[in-house]
């Protein structure tokens, strides 16, 4: 019946394609002493996922090539993909039918060998524990698609035999699992629209058994973060606005929570972002999306001031702990979406890319990039934002 649009079809994925910068490379994030970043090459459908070890001038080490792994299907998405923690590892997850039901694999980067260990029906996102053998990953519900059983799998195991460590019961939930920044814990998530719970586990004792960290109550969210000897709480329980809570990491459920960050009634704390020596908060204003850094080792904070009177700003892709640089997006009215590093000790940033005008990208510092992040960190503190 559309066959008769068919010149037009051509023409406006012409037009559109044209504007497509097809030759293009993402801005580098370090984690866990590499150098992450996305290519595309012209002509070519799919991102090529590479790292660098030592920087920008080391040698390229190209992890997985979705191109080639996309030959001979009609559909191909490689959605996530996570390192293990000894960097020799990575697991990533494939959708060939279009459904976001996930397959795993793993793939050995320094032979090269695809695992015959596939798992099928996930919902894509897996956590490597911290002896680089054991997996936990998520399972949906096949009718519902519901995200509701966490699983466990050892490297070498059947999979037929895989573990199932949680299930969520309650149909108005969502389960996940992810890993804390500072990489020490496992945490599974169950969320509501209004009431959210997790459970924790150390991540060098992965045949440990999960903890509640604090039970689901009625219209109570918060969500949590691990840094040093104390979790850290954001939670609108009592604070309309949220506010940012401590607690030891023995003692964790609400009547052992300390006030850190207060609520306001003129400020909604939105997410936090931890490093070793910062904390970043994420705060909103008067309509305007505000970033405030606190230093850990002297408690000074400041704010950083983007010079504009009507913008966007948050937190990109900080997966590294022990840093001083944060990265961060902005945009508004007047410059195009933006990538910066921030030296939160300097207090100096750096351009590292700018998407131009039609679509088009121009690069600072760097050569064309654009964010990516890999990672399991899918929690309501620090979204995953890809470009």
Not at 32 to 45: P, S
Not at 146 to 152: D, G, L, P, V
Not at 290 to 311: C, H, P, T
Not at 344 to 365: H, V
Request: aromatic share 12%; with cysteine; hydrophobic share 30%.
């Amino acid at each position: 019946m559309l066959a008769s649009t068919a010149g037009l079809r051509e023409k406006l994925f012409d037009e559109m394609k044209a504007r497509i910068k097809e030759e293009d490379e993402s801005v580098p994030y370090f984690e866990n002493g590499y150098y992450y970043y996305t290519r595309f090459e012209k002509g070519r459908e799919y991102p090529i996922y590479c790292r660098k070890k030592e920087g920008e001038k080391s040698a390229e080490e190209v992890m997985l090539n979705v191109n080639e792994l996309a030959a001979g299907h009609e559909f191909y998405q490689l959605a996530h993909f996570e390192v293990s923690p000894d960097n020799k590892l990575v697991l990533f997850a494939v959708d060939t039918v279009s459904r976001r039901r996930y397959t795993l694999y793993i793939k050995n980067l320094e032979t090269g060998e695809i695992y015959k260990d596939a798992i099928p029906d996930t919902d894509g996102d897996g956590v490597w524990a911290a002896d680089n053998k054991t997996i936990f990953f998520t399972r949906k519900n096949p009718t519902t698609l519901r995200a509701e059983k966490i699983f466990k799998y050892r490297l070498g195991e059947d999979p037929k035999n895989i573990r199932q460590v949680y299930f969520e019961k309650d149909e108005t939930f969502d389960a996940g699992v992810y890993k804390t920044k500072s990489r020490k814990y496992i945490v599974i998530s169950s969320s509501s629209t209004l009431s959210d719970e997790y459970r924790i586990l150390d991540a060098s004792q992965p045949d440990g058994e999960f903890k509640v960290f604090h039970p689901r109550e009625k219209d109570m969210l918060y969500d949590i973060d691990h840094k040093d000897d104390k979790f850290y709480v954001r939670t609108n329980w009592q604070a309309k606005n949220f506010r940012l809570m401590e607690c030891p990491l023995d003692k964790t459920t609400r009547d052992n929570w300390k006030e850190v960050q207060p609520n306001r009634d003129d400020v909604l704390l939105e997410g936090i972002e931890l490093f070793k020596d910062f904390m970043v908060l994420s705060e909103r204003k008067y309509g305007l999306t505000q970033v405030r850094v606190i230093n850990s080792k002297n408690n000074q904070e400041y704010y950083l001031d983007f010079g504009e009177a009507a913008y966007v700003a948050y937190p990109s892709v900080n997966p590294e702990f022990n840093t001083n640089v944060l990265r961060y997006s902005y945009a508004s009215m007047t410059t195009p979406n933006s990538t910066y590093d921030y030296n939160m000790d300097t207090k100096t940033k750096e351009l590292k890319k700018r998407r131009g005008s039609a679509g088009r990208l121009q690069a600072r510092g760097l050569r064309d990039r654009t964010d990516i992040c890999h990672g399991a960190r899918q929690r309501k503190s620090a979204c995953i934002h890809r470009v």
